[in-house]
């Protein structure tokens, strides 16, 4: 089956990419390190920005956030974390990390456009920058050393295949962030395999009573409908209550997992979650960057490290639950 080879494709970069980041050794050299001499290497203490474009209260963000935030405890690394929707505030924020001198930025790109002069103003400046999570296709171009995350298309088509084998013959498909390019990629990519009829819906993940209320009318609207895709665990709970306030049997299909979505996924409310896994997307990008700093090693080689998908079923749901229980899935 397609979808298993490049789940096993997928797994394998993953691994490499985090062997790599554990055991790459070798001479810092001044062109290796971002322009330093090999004396400046690790001297002083280190100071790493990450820049999202999260909002407030967002369940995923703040798994990302507890991923930088441990590995900057674990590796002796200040992390400083701040978050703006706007690409415009987001490219200011970039800005600001870049005025204060720190040793490495970590940025997220689901406006690369928005966010692009913020990120070239930072390697311009001999700031070493690592992507994540949205923008991989942008980020060797802007300057970024490698990018952490998953390929949004791929990951969609692999979704748009498991819709089609549980038989749906139509489905929308809840972008939950206006113009966010990652999950716009998702969408296509699940359009591109579902053998049935697939159409976007906008929400607005910062109002999920809204958004419950969306998808609750469409499926009144529109019986045909069988399936929803939503692209974010908090979107997710709020279609399983709205198909129940419906009165509709759609399957509940979902990126991006939480303890309430391993907890549906058990009670089979949910027919299956697709985890990038966010606290990898922060603790990784610390880690590389620490590595370069203090030792000089490149990880990536100008490719992007995977941190996904990998898809969580009733099946598996129990051995991932523990770990989304603490906050760290």
Known sequence: MRFGQSQRTLAALAVGGLLLAGCTTGEPTGGDAGGQSPEALGSGPLTFAVVTHSKPGDTFWDVVKSGAEQAGTDLGVTVNYAGDPDPAQQSQLIDNQVAQGVDGIIVSMANPEGVRSGVEAAVDAGIPVVTINSGLEQSQEYGAITHVGQGERLAGEAAGERLDESGAAKAICVIHEAGNVGLEDRC?????????????????????????????????????????????????????????????????????????ITKALTDGTVLFAIDQQPYVQGYLPVTLLALKARNGNDVGGGQPVYSGPAFITKENAEQVQAFADQGTR
């Open 188 to 260: 296509a990519g699940a359009a591109k395999t579902f053998g049935g009829e697939m159409e976007n819906l906008q929400v607005d993940v910062s109002n999920a009573a809204d958004a419950r209320t969306t998808i609750q009318n469409k499926l009144i609207s529109d019986t045909d409908v069988d399936a929803v895709l939503t692209l974010n665990p908090g979107i997710a709970t709020a279609a399983v209550g709205a198909a129940a306030d419906a009165d509709s049997d759609a399957a509940i299909a979902t990126f991006d997992v939480s303890a309430d």
